[in-house]
C-alpha cells in the first residue's frame, strides 16, 4: 500500500481565495483525520470521520473551514476564504477501527497564505 | 488547550537510554495511550501504544502505572538517527467530551 496519499504538497495562495486540500486513506481504514500543525499551536485535531461520516468538528477554527468525505477513498479540506493565519502544514490521517489511535500520517501539505 | 505535559526539550547521546514521561491526570478509562515520533518535514510515525504495565517492541518500550495518569516512553541506546520529537497522545475526557489530545512534545537531540 503507498500509505496515506495527500496532495498538492504545497499550496501558496493569496488572502481571499479558495483552497481545497485533498487525502486519500489507507485502503480499508475506517477512520480519517485531519490536524493542523504551526510552531504556535502544535498539533491541532480539526475534524474527524467514522465511516464517512463526520464524528466531531469541533476542533475546526470557524466557518471558513469545511471538510467532507464522499467516499471511502476520498476527502477533502476546504478553507473558504483564506486568510494569513491559516498558513501551517495540514496532515491527513487513517486509522484502522479497534487499533486504539494507531494513525497512520500523511507527508502533509504546507499551505501558505500570502 | 493541551491536557498531557510532556518536557519541552532533552539532550542525549548517542548509545544512551532516553526516558520521556507524559502526564495525561483524565485519560478515559478505555483509552489507550500512544506515542509518535516525528521527523522535520513529515507526518507523525506510530512507535509504540499501551494500557497498561509495560509494553516492548523492536524499538521502544512503554511504562504505565498503575493509575494510568503519567506514561513513559523508553528509547534503549539511541543514535543519531533518533533525533526528532516525540508527541504522546491520549484520550480526554475533560467537559465530557472526547477529544484526541497530542501533547506539546518532546524534542530530543542526540548528539555524537
Known amino acids: 500500500d503507498a500509505g496515506v496519499i495527500q496532495s498538492p504538497r504545497h499550496e501558496v495562495t493569496e488572502m481571499g481565495q479558495e483552497v481545497t486540500l485533498r487525502c486519500k486513506p489507507i485502503?480499508?481504514?475506517?477512520?480519517l483525520f485531519w490536524y493542523r500543525q504551526t510552531m504556535m499551536r502544535g498539533l491541532e485535531l480539526l475534524i474527524y470521520?467514522?465511516?464517512?461520516?463526520?464524528?466531531?468538528d469541533s476542533g475546526m477554527p470557524e466557518d471558513r473551514f469545511s471538510a467532507k468525505m464522499p467516499n471511502a477513498s476520498f476527502s477533502t479540506l476546504k478553507i473558504q476564504p483564506s486568510e494569513p493565519r491559516d498558513s501551517a502544514v495540514y496532515f491527513c490521517?487513517?486509522?484502522?477501527?479497534?487499533?486504539?489511535?494507531?494513525?497512520?500520517f500523511g507527508p502533509g501539505t504546507r499551505l501558505t497564505v500570502l | 488547550l493541551a491536557k498531557t505535559t510532556q518536557p519541552i526539550s532533552m539532550d542525549s547521546y548517542e548509545g544512551q537510554e532516553v526516558n520521556i514521561t507524559c502526564s495525561h491526570n483524565?485519560?478515559?478509562?478505555?483509552?489507550?495511550i500512544t506515542w509518535y515520533q516525528q521527523f522535520p518535514s513529515q507526518g507523525p510515525r506510530f512507535i509504540i501504544q499501551?494500557?497498561?504495565t509495560k509494553v516492548t517492541n523492536e524499538v521502544a518500550s512503554l511504562f504505565i502505572p498503575a493509575d494510568r495518569k503519567s506514561s513513559t516512553l523508553s528509547l534503549p541506546r539511541v543514535s543519531l538517527s533518533d533525533t526528532a520529537v516525540y508527541y504522546c497522545?491520549?484520550?480526554?475526557?475533560?467537559?465530557?467530551?472526547?477529544?484526541?489530545?497530542f501533547g506539546s512534545g518532546t524534542r530530543l537531540l542526540v548528539r555524537p
Open positions: 490521517a487513517s486509522m484502522l477501527a479497534g487499533t486504539h489511535n494507531e494513525q497512520f
Open positions: 499501551g494500557y497498561k
Open positions: 485502503s480499508g481504514h475506517d477512520y
Open positions: 483524565n485519560i478515559a478509562t478505555n483509552d489507550y
Open positions: 497522545l491520549v484520550g480526554d475526557r475533560m467537559d465530557s467530551s472526547y477529544k484526541l489530545i
Open positions: 470521520f467514522n465511516n464517512n461520516v463526520p464524528i466531531d
